[in-house]
């Protein structure tokens, strides 16, 4: 009996521990945890100009090529959910037009999850630091601008997620268009694209920067890729990823529609060599290596996921 007793009293008291420390999060907690799995890596809007390209739509309706990377650092000042951000313009990583930390709070009171732009006082300060985190080090609160009302609320919505900004809340003055502007932002986040509806526009209501017409930027993520030929090695992605490394010109694309010339969907790899045609090879969209004869060498290129954040790899 007294085993019994024992036994009880044993239970009652681990039961006692079990439930006074819960292991529990809340509905917004959950949501939190599944953007921050589907928002880090690299995002490219190649897809979207092709499209725009094969069906004619019109120049003041198109947007421009956007590359947008999202990494997430280790930053205790400043929250402990906190994103670099980086994106470029064109294809072309020197035409860098934002750069910005990010950081992620619950606000209840708004059945949302709050993100605050830190807009740096030294653009050069986050040069660089989305392949090395380290030259964030020494930075702090001081160093940085936030913009009042400029604060995104995030909402999971029919399966995605959708951040607004507070409607005419969000103005700052901005020393390249030289006057004080108004911006008005939805973004979406799906598992594997982002969709950027986004617009500066002057107090008067003029479009001055970001979404053309009522159709958002929208961006694939991206995969990256090492391409060897024994010779040497050259990293690109799988969304209208180029480079010369190698001496030749390499493109990376994965086509998400048949072309005028009923070319099937997939990934995509070209190779263009002075005074040859084009060689070209077509694998699956989730391909891990893709390979082709140039010349004496063979050119093959595999998924690389650790080098997501580093060109230069």
């Known amino acids: 009996m007294r085993h019994w007793v024992s036994f009880i009293a044993s239970a009652l008291v681990f039961a006692g521990c079990a439930t006074s420390n819960p292991v529990e999060r809340t509905p917004l907690e959950d949501q939190l945890a599944l953007f921050l799995d589907w ?3 690299r995002y490219d809007s190649a897809a979207q100009v092709l499209r725009d390209t094969r069906e004619g739509t ?7 090529r ?6 997430q650092v280790e930053l205790p000042a400043f929250g402990e959910t906190v994103f670099l951000a980086h994106q470029y313009r064109d294809g072309d990583p020197a035409k860098v037009y934002r750069q910005r930390l990010y950081t992620f709070t619950l606000d209840e009171a708004e059945n949302a999850f709050r993100l605050r732009v830190h807009v740096p006082k030294d653009a050069d300060a986050l040069k660089g630091a989305y392949r090395n ?8 609160l001081e160093d940085f601008t936030v913009w009042e009302g400029c604060d995104l609320f995030w909402q999971l919505e029919d399966g995605r997620f959708v951040g607004r900004l507070k409607p005419g809340a969000c103005r700052f003055n901005s020393k390249a268009f030289g006057q004080e502007i108004v911006l008005d932002e939805t973004l979406t986040l799906m598992e594997d694209q982002i969709w950027f509806a986004d617009r500066g526009l002057s107090l008067s209501g003029d479009y001055l920067f970001g979404m053309r017409g009522t159709t958002p930027n929208m961006s694939l993520k991206a995969r990256p890729f090492i391409c060897e030929d024994g010779k040497g090695a050259a990293w690109l992605h799988d969304q209208g990823g180029m480079s010369k490394a190698l001496g030749y ?3 990376l694309e994965r086509l998400n529609q048949a072309d005028e010339a009923g070319e099937a969907v ?5 190779v263009s060599m002075i005074g040859r045609r084009d060689l070209t090879v077509l694998a699956d969209h989730d391909a891990e290596t ?6 004496p060498d063979r050119l093959s290129c595999r998924h690389a996921p650790d080098t997501l954040y580093s060109e230069n790899s």
């Open 133 to 140: 985190p380290s030259r964030l080090a020494g930075l702090t």
């Open 66 to 71: 956007r590359h947008s990377i999202f990494r």
């Open 249 to 251: 010109h390499i493109k």
């Open 39 to 41: 928002f880090p890596g």
């Open 266 to 270: 997939g990934l995509r790899l070209t």
């Open 58 to 64: 019109a120049e003041a309706e198109r947007n421009y």
């Open 290 to 295: 893709l390979a082709i004869d140039v010349g």
